[in-house]
C-alpha cells in the first residue's frame, strides 16, 4: 500500500509498504531518515521515539498506515522544529547553514558529554526536547520521569540528566535575555 | 494482509462483521510488538485511530464513560479525580511513550492476566460496552476476563467504551516489579473503599489465568466493617481485621510459577499489597471526615 504523511515539515511518500510495517520501518528503510534507531522492536528502549502529530510515541509500535496524513518529527527535524517553536523563519532546504544547525537540546547533549556510543540519544533528545517544550523548568522528578522510557547502556545517565539541566537552564537564560 | 481504516464506528463494526478475523489496532503497544515479532500475521489489521468517538470520555452523574482509545496519559491527566485506582495504575503503565498511545480498551482486548488496568476497574465497579452490527452489550467486568489472553467478545464485537464507577471513596493500586518504569506485573493489587454502600471492592492482577476479585475477602472486609461500626466511628482499623483480609487476598490467588516470580512469591506480595492498600485508603477515608465523628462526604447517616 502506499502512504503519505508529513515528516519533520515536509510531505513524504512511501509505495509498496507491507500493511504490518511499523512507522519505524518506513521512516528509516523506505524514506531514507535513520536517525530513529531501531532496537528493542517491542517499544521497550525508546530510540525510536518521534513525535506523532506532537505526541512522543514509540515508531516501532506505530503501524505505517496509522501514521498516513499525519505529521511526524525525528530527531533530523529537531533544529528546524526548535527554530521555528523559538520563532525563527523558515529556511529552503539544502541550506548549508541549517543542516549544520543543531537544536539546544542536542549542543547540550555535547556540551554535557551525555553522548557515548550514540545509539539511544535520538530518542532521547526527541524526549528531553518534548520534556522542555511543555514544562521549561522540568524538576529531577519530572526529567527522570520524562526520559524512564528511554534505556541507555553506556551513560549511567547521569550525564545525560545534566545535559537536560542544561538546556533548560540556557532556554531559561534566553528568555530572560527576551 | 489488508489495513483497514473505518472512518466511523459503524464502518468499523461492519467490516468486522465482514471479517471476523481481523485485529483492531488502536495504540498498537500490543499488537505491533506481536506482529514485529511475527508471533502474529493477522489477515486484515484494522486501524480505530480515526475513529473521534473513541477518544472520547464524559463524566456522568455515577459513572465515567471511556472511549475505548482514550490513551493512558489522558487518564492520569483528566481524570484522577473520578477514577484514582484506575489513574494510579495507568501511572505503572510501561513509559510515557506507551502511555500515549496505550489504552484501557486495548488492555481489555489483549486480556493479559498482567494488564495493569484490569485490578483497578474490578475494584472500582465496570461494564465493558461491546458492539456488533447485532446489537449492544454491556458486560460486567469481572465477566469479561475468561482465560489467559482471552476475553468475553463475539468475533464480530469491537470495545466501544468502558463504563467505570466514579470513586466514592478512597481507592489504591500497587504493583510489585523489578523497577519503577517499563514494567510487566509480577502480580497487581487494587483496593475500593466504597462508603455510600458500605462495601469494598479489590481486583489482584497477574496472580491467576485472569484477573480476578477476592470475593471472601471483600465480604469478609465488608461484614467486619459494617459490624463493628467502623465506617461511623471512623476507628483504626484493627490489626487482626487487615490481617485475615490479607489471608484471604493471598488465597483467592491461583499464580504460576514463570520468569517474573514464583507463584509462593506471588501470593505473599499480593497479601502484603492487601494489607498497606486496605491500611492507606483506611486511613485516608478517616482522614476526609471532619473531626472523625460526622458523617460527612460519602459516608451516610446509618
Redesign the interface.
Known amino acids: 500500500?502506499r502512504v503519505t504523511f508529513t515528516v519533520n515539515g515536509r510531505q513524504h511518500e512511501a509505495d509498496d509498504v507491507?500493511?504490518?510495517e511499523?512507522l519505524l520501518y518506513v521512516l528509516r528503510e523506505r524514506m531514507g531518515l535513520p536517525g530513529s534507531k531501531n532496537a528493542c522492536?517491542?517499544?521497550?528502549c525508546?530510540s525510536c521515539?518521534v513525535r506523532l502529530d506532537g505526541?512522543?510515541?514509540?515508531a516501532?509500535?506505530?503501524?505505517a498506515?496509522?501514521a498516513?496524513g499525519r505529521e511526524v518529527t525525528t530527531v533530523e527535524g529537531l533544529p528546524e522544529f526548535a527554530r521555528r517553536r523559538a520563532g525563527g523563519a523558515e529556511r529552503a532546504a539544502g541550506d548549508a547553514e541549517a543542516a549544520a544547525e543543531l537544536s539546544p537540546v542536542q549542543q547540550a547533549f555535547i556540551d554535557a558529554g551525555a553522548v557515548q556510543c550514540g545509539f539511544c540519544t535520538p530518542g532521547l533528545l526527541v524526549?528531553a526536547d518534548e520534556l522542555i517544550e511543555r514544562k521549561p523548568q522540568p524538576s529531577d522528578a519530572d526529567i527522570r520521569?520524562?526520559l524512564?522510557?528511554?534505556?541507555c547502556r553506556c551513560t549511567g545517565y547521569e550525564k545525560i540528566l545534566d545535559a537536560v539541566r542544561l538546556a533548560a537552564a540556557r532556554a531559561d537564560e534566553t528568555r530572560e535575555v527576551v | 494482509m489488508e489495513f483497514l481504516r473505518p472512518a466511523s464506528w459503524e464502518e468499523a463494526l461492519a467490516a468486522k462483521a465482514e471479517h471476523p478475523s481481523a485485529v483492531p489496532i488502536a495504540g498498537g503497544t500490543d499488537v505491533m510488538v506481536e506482529i514485529n515479532f511475527d508471533h502474529r500475521r493477522p489477515g486484515h489489521l484494522m486501524d480505530l485511530n480515526r475513529i473521534p468517538e473513541l477518544h472520547e470520555w464524559e463524566v456522568g452523574d455515577e459513572t465515567v464513560r471511556l472511549g475505548a482509545s482514550v490513551p493512558y496519559s489522558e487518564v492520569i491527566d483528566r481524570l484522577a479525580t473520578e477514577l484514582p485506582g484506575l489513574a494510579l495504575a495507568s501511572h505503572t503503565v510501561g513509559s510515557p511513550q506507551i502511555r500515549n498511545r496505550g489504552s484501557v480498551g486495548g488492555n481489555l482486548g489483549a486480556a493479559s492476566p498482567a494488564g495493569d488496568s484490569h485490578p483497578a476497574l474490578l475494584a472500582a465497579g465496570a461494564e465493558v460496552e461491546a458492539e456488533s452490527v447485532r446489537g449492544t452489550r454491556f458486560i460486567p467486568v469481572e465477566d469479561f476476563y475468561t482465560g489467559v489472553k482471552r476475553n468475553a467478545l463475539a468475533e464480530d464485537e469491537l470495545i466501544k467504551n468502558i463504563h467505570i464507577k466514579k470513586a466514592d471513596g478512597p481507592q489504591q493500586f500497587s504493583k510489585v516489579g523489578t523497577r519503577n518504569a517499563m514494567v510487566i506485573a509480577v502480580c497487581a493489587f487494587s483496593i475500593a473503599l466504597h462508603p455510600e454502600s458500605r462495601t469494598v471492592r479489590a481486583g489482584i492482577g497477574s496472580a491467576a489465568p485472569t484477573p480476578v476479585r477476592p470475593r471472601a475477602a471483600e465480604d469478609f472486609l465488608g461484614a467486619a466493617l459494617e459490624e463493628g461500626g467502623f465506617w461511623d466511628s471512623g476507628a483504626t482499623l484493627t490489626p487482626s481485621l487487615a490481617r485475615e483480609f490479607a489471608e484471604l487476598c493471598a488465597g483467592a490467588c491461583n499464580p504460576i510459577d514463570d520468569v517474573r516470580g514464583s507463584a509462593a512469591y506471588r501470593r505473599r506480595a499480593v497479601g502484603v499489597m492487601a494489607r498497606r492498600t486496605l491500611g492507606w485508603t483506611w486511613e485516608s477515608y478517616r482522614g476526609n471526615r471532619p473531626g472523625g465523628t460526622t458523617t460527612e462526604g460519602g459516608a451516610p447517616c446509618a
Open positions: 500500500m507491507w500493511e504490518g511499523s522492536e517491542q517499544g521497550e525508546g521515539t505526541t512522543p510515541v514509540c516501532c509500535l506505530v503501524a498506515g496509522q498516513e524526549a520521569e520524562a524512564s522510557g528511554n534505556l
